[in-house]
């Protein structure tokens, strides 16, 4: 620190980044731009010192130690309330004399006149938070009574009910905040405005933003006016201005502003000169290259001279996916696993980042016969997975290929990549760097495709072997785990073992079973041409043999109705809850992240699905209920293949039934590989908890599951003796893995520059929400979002709104009528089971979790893709 640590004031130009905890995130931010010679306004900082002087002064210390308790819980609504008094105590609290003095000496000393005051908080302006207007600042102050007066209102302000809230939704610690003051003086502005580094619309790095408009700049930051707009490239050349109506325009009035008519004459009035935009877009560059990171800048005018009076961090950016590739590679296009594949938002822990890299190094290995220790198309950003798909895209055929293809699981997706490529695919298109992968993959494609042949001849035998290898290479591995002592040892078998032979064990069941999806698509493509009605091939659809997770389910219920007639509660004693644990405890809510406790850990989520069905009405029989589709669907097919005969005649009759049984008797599999895959995972998840405990038992971690929050190369680098704090790196990575939990948007689509393609536009109509049909049927019933399916409470018959689904959801089908997803496609997890259980569902409805809400009653209609809302107000709480 440059600033002595007892001191109770300081001025701006002796404050350097360093001085974070004595001057706050905005002191610390003016004092170090002022040190990179940028134009800031001068003043000083009231220090965090003065604060708890203040608090000690008064009494408040237990106070605010209940308060910050309060926030722990979860968030009870008398928080806000109680947030109040406490601000209240801090506006009537007394300054003690000696603060009274060191404020005015410093005031004096900059000459008097107007000055700004304004709060500087210990977790504000940082790169995970901004805090942009939760706290007070002042402005037209004068004289020191003033100013006192200010200062202890932005104190106050650090127990803002808004600010409270907000700490909490970001999850920061809040035990040892405090607050600093700047006070800096008041620049009288001609004009003013904001500019961002980075546009905060669209994500791109190399685009800037300006906002600007007449007098201070509180209209423009409160969007009390309309401004003028410049998109500016990251060199300072427009690409586009907006001339605004702007109607008001904010001047001093006595000791604060107010807002006045602008007067019509200026009111379209251009508010900047070329000039001065290129001051400002360079400006901004030199802030950006100085923190390191794109920034939210307030600006003023004043005589001629342009001033900076803050800089933060644009916190709603979201992060660049790594590694960032060099400049000449041009432009790359990713696509979010997280999102696409899976159909969820969550994160993935570092261990869950580890353990993908590894088995996505064991597919290139399976595909290519090299070992390779990096994989460079796999990218990270946010705990979320990336795909460089740019590759795929230099050719322009190649665009809708693909889009199709994505389509399939998430036709949003399709969507967006095609609009991306029709305005911004010639940066793509057409450049080196093409497919070289892809010639190397002959061998396996032809292995897989033998074994895909051979299921297809004889599907029963091939099933049966598939299930019977992979069960026998997965014990033959854990059996080789076991023994396993030394770091290196662990981190090898993690990425070499699990990765390469577990990438195998992955693929083989999908060939095994693509010849049941293949018969799938051609079924329903002959039903729909030669039979005239798609709808005739739905009950063929349902109760589908062999699938392990409709399996589950049922077990589950028969577990359920076992414990009702029993008149016992569900319990891990249980001789049936342990036989379901030892079958499936290897699962998980979000099972492929090793860093997720496994059921066999925390068997919450089941105990609680077996207290639900236990509730459900004696009339409602799942197992019953699966019997009787199974059998509709024996009919259904007897039933097509009478009709085929006739319209087509007896040798096409023969094929059909050919490929019915086909489609029976392999695409059940399709859980399959995530089955087995689960059961890895869980393994590895036992190789990092043995090296926690060895870590633990080396005093380097607190408890086994930290490292779970740690990299491989962590681990390998503790053996060598230069891992450094691992204590306080596993605990900033929780922190940061639980922050990103709360992440409401990821991108479908993100590109090198920063661009950000969430897809997907809103439907006009309040009352009609339209996605796309992928399961067949109307249903009418009461809406329950469901955000996560631990702890969820879902009544039969009740409509299932959530974003997406995966294996771990299947049960809560059981008891819905109908289901509504945001993401996802025809072949996405949550519309195939839905298919395989009668149930109606629409998937891809834009902000379907919260356009809707509990209680209300809609209308699902699987046929064409429409949820009607046929009342708005949520009943049934």
Same mark, same amino acid.
């Given at each position: 620190?440059?600033?002595?640590?007892?001191?109770?004031?300081?001025?701006?130009?002796?404050?350097?980044?360093?001085?974070?905890?004595?001057?706050?995130?905005?002191?610390?931010?003016?004092?170090?731009?002022?040190?990179?010679?940028?134009?800031?306004?001068?003043?000083?900082?009231?220090?965090?010192?003065?604060?708890?002087?203040?608090?000690?002064?008064?009494?408040?210390?237990?106070?605010?130690?209940?308060?910050?308790?309060?926030?722990?819980?979860?968030?009870?609504?008398?928080?806000?309330?109680?947030?109040?008094?406490?601000?209240?105590?801090?506006?009537?609290?007394?300054?003690?004399?000696?603060?009274?003095?060191?404020?005015?000496?410093?005031?004096?000393?900059?000459?008097?006149?107007?000055?700004?005051?304004?709060?500087?908080?210990?977790?504000?302006?940082?790169?995970?938070?901004?805090?942009?207007?939760?706290?007070?600042?002042?402005?037209?102050?004068?004289?020191?009574?003033?100013?006192?007066?200010?200062?202890?209102?932005?104190?106050?302000?650090?127990?803002?009910?808004?600010?409270?809230?907000?700490?909490?939704?970001?999850?920061?610690?809040?035990?040892?905040?405090?607050?600093?003051?700047?006070?800096?003086?008041?620049?009288?502005?001609?004009?003013?405005?904001?500019?961002?580094?980075?546009?905060?619309?669209?994500?791109?790095?190399?685009?800037?933003?300006?906002?600007?408009?007449?007098?201070?700049?509180?209209?423009?930051?409160?969007?009390?006016?309309?401004?003028?707009?410049?998109?500016?490239?990251?060199?300072?050349?427009?690409?586009?201005?907006?001339?605004?109506?702007?109607?008001?325009?904010?001047?001093?009035?006595?000791?604060?502003?107010?807002?006045?008519?602008?007067?019509?004459?200026?009111?379209?009035?251009?508010?900047?000169?070329?000039?001065?935009?290129?001051?400002?877009?360079?400006?901004g560059a030199r802030a950006q290259d100085y923190f390191g990171s794109p920034q939210d800048l307030e600006w003023a005018i004043a005589q001629g001279r342009i001033y900076l009076v803050q800089s933060?961090?644009?916190?709603?950016?979201?992060?660049?996916?790594?590694?960032?590739?060099?400049?000449?590679?041009?432009?790359?296009?990713?696509?979010?696993?997280?999102?696409?594949?899976?159909?969820?938002?969550?994160?993935?822990?570092?261990?869950?980042?580890?353990?993908?890299?590894?088995?996505?190094?064991?597919?290139?290995?399976?595909?290519?016969?090299?070992?390779?220790?990096?994989?460079?198309?796999?990218?990270?950003?946010?705990?979320?997975?990336?795909?460089?798909?740019?590759?795929?895209?230099?050719?322009?055929?190649?665009?809708?290929?693909?889009?199709?293809?994505?389509?399939?699981?998430?036709?949003?997706?399709?969507?967006?990549?095609?609009?991306?490529?029709?305005?911004?695919?010639?940066r793509i298109i057409g450049r080196k760097g093409g497919m070289g992968l892809w010639w190397r993959l002959g061998p396996l494609l032809l292995r897989l495709g033998w074994r895909g042949l051979m299921?297809?001849?004889?599907?029963?035998?091939?099933?049966?072997?598939?299930?019977?290898?992979?069960?026998?290479?997965?014990?033959?591995?854990?059996?080789?785990?076991?023994?396993?002592?030394?770091?290196?040892?662990?981190?090898?078998?993690?990425?070499?073992?699990?990765?390469?032979?577990?990438?195998?064990?992955?693929?083989?069941?999908?060939?095994?079973?693509?010849?049941?999806?293949?018969?799938?698509?051609?079924?329903?493509?002959?039903?729909?041409?030669?039979?005239?009605?798609?709808?005739?091939?739905?009950?063929?659809?349902?109760?589908?043999?062999?699938?392990?997770?409709?399996?589950?389910?049922?077990?589950?219920?028969?577990?359920?109705?076992?414990?009702?007639?029993?008149?016992?509660?569900?319990?891990?004693?249980?001789?049936?809850?342990?036989?379901?644990?030892?079958?499936?405890?290897?699962?998980?809510?979000?099972?492929?992240?090793?860093?997720?406790?496994?059921?066999?850990?925390?068997?919450?989520?089941?105990?609680?699905?077996?207290?639900?069905?236990?509730?459900?009405?004696?009339? +409602? &029989?799942? !197992? *019953?209920? #699966?019997?009787?589709?199974?059998?509709?669907? @024996? =009919?259904?097919?007897?039933? /097509?293949?009478?009709?085929?005969?006739?319209?087509?005649?007896?040798?096409?009759?023969?094929?059909?039934?050919?490929?019915?049984?086909?489609?029976?008797?392999?695409?059940?599999?399709?859980?399959?590989?995530?089955?087995?895959?689960?059961?890895?995972?869980?393994?590895?998840?036992?190789?990092?908890?043995?090296?926690?405990?060895?870590?633990?038992?080396?005093?380097?971690?607190?408890?086994?599951?930290?490292?779970?929050?740690?990299?491989?190369?962590?681990?390998?680098?503790?053996?060598?003796?230069?891992?450094?704090?691992?204590?306080?790196?596993?605990?900033?990575?929780?922190?940061?893995?639980?922050?990103?939990?709360?992440?409401?948007?990821?991108?479908?689509?993100?590109? +090198? &520059?920063? !661009? *950000?393609? #969430?897809?997907?536009?809103?439907?006009?109509? @309040? =009352?009609?929400?339209?996605? /796309?049909?992928?399961?067949?049927?109307?249903?009418?019933?009461?809406?329950?979002?469901?955000?996560?399916?631990?702890?969820?409470?879902?009544?039969?018959?009740?409509?299932?709104?959530?974003?997406?689904?995966?294996?771990?959801?299947?049960?809560?089908?059981?008891?819905?009528?109908?289901?509504?997803?945001?993401?996802?496609?025809?072949?996405?997890?949550?519309?195939?089971?839905?298919?395989?259980?009668?149930?109606?569902?629409?998937?891809?409805?834009?902000?379907?979790?919260?356009?809707?809400?509990?209680?209300?009653?809609?209308?699902?209609?699987?046929?064409?893709?429409?949820?009607?809302?046929?009342?708005?107000?949520?009943?049934?709480?």
């Amino acid at each position: 620190m440059s600033i002595d640590p007892h001191a109770l004031v300081a001025q701006l130009e002796s404050i350097s980044s360093a001085d974070l905890p004595l001057a706050g995130g905005k002191g610390a931010s003016l004092g170090a731009m002022l040190g990179a010679g940028l134009p800031v306004p001068e003043g000083f900082t009231v220090l965090t010192q003065a604060y708890r002087d203040f608090v000690a002064h008064n009494d408040l210390a237990e106070p605010v130690r209940q308060l910050v308790e309060d926030t722990r819980g979860d968030h009870p609504p008398t928080l806000a309330s109680a947030a109040q008094a406490l601000k209240e105590k801090f506006l009537a609290g007394t300054i003690p004399p000696h603060l009274i003095e060191a404020i005015t000496a410093a005031y004096a000393a900059m000459g008097g006149g107007l000055v700004v005051v304004r709060s500087s908080a210990t977790a504000e302006d940082l790169p995970g938070a901004s805090f942009a207007g939760q706290h007070d600042s002042f402005l037209n102050i004068e004289a020191p009574a003033a100013l006192c007066e200010a200062v202890r209102g932005c104190w106050a302000s650090l127990w803002n009910p808004r600010a409270v809230s907000y700490r909490k939704q970001a999850q920061l610690d809040t035990t040892e905040i405090s607050i600093a003051v700047v006070v800096q003086r008041m620049i009288d502005a001609e004009r003013a405005g904001v500019l961002f580094t980075a546009n905060p619309l669209d994500h791109r790095r190399d685009r800037m933003l300006l906002s600007a408009s007449f007098g201070l700049g509180e209209a423009v930051v409160g969007g009390d006016v309309s401004p003028d707009n410049w998109l500016l490239t990251s060199t300072g050349q427009v690409l586009d201005h907006h001339v605004s109506d702007k109607q008001v325009i904010t001047v001093r009035d006595g000791t604060g502003t107010v807002n006045r008519p602008m007067p019509p004459d200026q009111r379209r009035a251009v508010s900047l000169s070329a000039a001065e935009v290129a001051q400002l877009a360079e400006l901004g560059a030199r802030a950006q290259d100085y923190f390191g990171s794109p920034q939210d800048l307030e600006w003023a005018i004043a005589q001629g001279r342009i001033y900076l009076v803050q800089s933060r961090p644009i916190t709603s950016l979201f992060p660049l996916p790594e590694p960032v590739p060099p400049p000449d590679d041009g432009l790359r296009l990713y696509l979010c696993f997280n999102v696409h594949a899976q159909q969820m938002l969550e994160p993935f822990t570092p261990a869950g980042l580890d353990w993908w890299r590894a088995l996505v190094g064991g597919f290139a290995h399976a595909a290519t016969g090299r070992r390779e220790r990096e994989v460079p198309w796999l990218k990270e950003g946010a705990g979320r997975l990336f795909a460089d798909i740019t590759p795929l895209l230099r050719k322009p055929a190649r665009w809708p290929q693909l889009a199709h293809a994505l389509s399939d699981k998430d036709p949003i997706t399709g969507q967006a990549l095609l609009a991306y490529g029709q305005r911004e695919g010639s940066r793509i298109i057409g450049r080196k760097g093409g497919m070289g992968l892809w010639w190397r993959l002959g061998p396996l494609l032809l292995r897989l495709g033998w074994r895909g042949l051979m299921a297809a001849w004889n599907p029963q035998k091939a099933r049966r072997k598939m299930l019977e290898e992979t069960d026998a290479a997965i014990r033959q591995i854990e059996h080789e785990a076991r023994g396993l002592k030394t770091m290196r040892a662990r981190v090898d078998f993690i990425r070499n073992v699990l990765g390469r032979r577990g990438a195998i064990i992955w693929i083989v069941p999908v060939a095994v079973m693509n010849p049941g999806l293949m018969a799938d698509a051609a079924l329903q493509r002959k039903v729909r041409e030669w039979l005239g009605d798609e709808a005739l091939f739905a009950p063929v659809q349902r109760a589908l043999p062999y699938n392990i997770t409709t399996e589950m389910g049922i077990t589950l219920w028969q577990l359920a109705r076992r414990l009702r007639a029993e008149g016992t509660s569900p319990s891990v004693e249980h001789p049936g809850v342990a036989a379901f644990l030892q079958r499936f405890g290897h699962r998980a809510l979000w099972e492929i992240d090793p860093g997720i406790a496994r059921w066999s850990e925390d068997p919450s989520y089941v105990l609680d699905l077996l207290r639900n069905y236990m509730t459900a009405p004696e009339d +409602s &029989d799942q !197992e *019953a209920q #699966f019997t009787r589709q199974k059998a509709a669907a @024996e =009919a259904a097919m007897a039933n /097509l293949v009478a009709q085929v005969q006739t319209a087509r005649g007896g040798l096409q009759a023969r094929i059909f039934a050919w490929q019915l049984r086909c489609y029976r008797e392999l695409a059940g599999l399709r859980e399959q590989p995530k089955f087995e895959g689960a059961r890895m995972i869980a393994l590895a998840r036992r190789i990092w908890l043995e090296a926690g405990a060895q870590l633990v038992a080396q005093a380097a971690l607190d408890a086994p599951e930290d490292a779970l929050f740690l990299r491989l190369d962590d681990l390998l680098a503790f053996e060598a003796g230069k891992a450094g704090d691992l204590r306080t790196k596993a605990a900033a990575a929780r922190s940061e893995y639980e922050r990103e939990k709360s992440r409401r948007a990821v991108p479908r689509l993100m590109t +090198s &520059d920063g !661009e *950000a393609i #969430f897809g997907g536009t809103t439907s006009e109509s @309040e =009352a009609v929400l339209t996605g /796309l049909p992928v399961s067949a049927g109307t249903y009418e019933g009461r809406v329950r979002v469901i955000l996560h399916p631990a702890g969820a409470q879902l009544e039969t018959g009740e409509v299932l709104v959530c974003r997406g689904t995966d294996p771990a959801w299947t049960p809560l089908f059981l008891q819905a009528g109908a289901l509504v997803m945001e993401t996802g496609g025809a072949v996405s997890h949550g519309s195939i089971v839905a298919r395989e259980y009668g149930l109606p569902a629409v998937a891809g409805v834009q902000d379907a979790t919260t356009r809707l809400q509990n209680g209300q009653h809609v209308r699902v209609d699987g046929q064409s893709g429409q949820v009607i809302l046929l009342d708005r107000h949520a009943q049934g709480e």
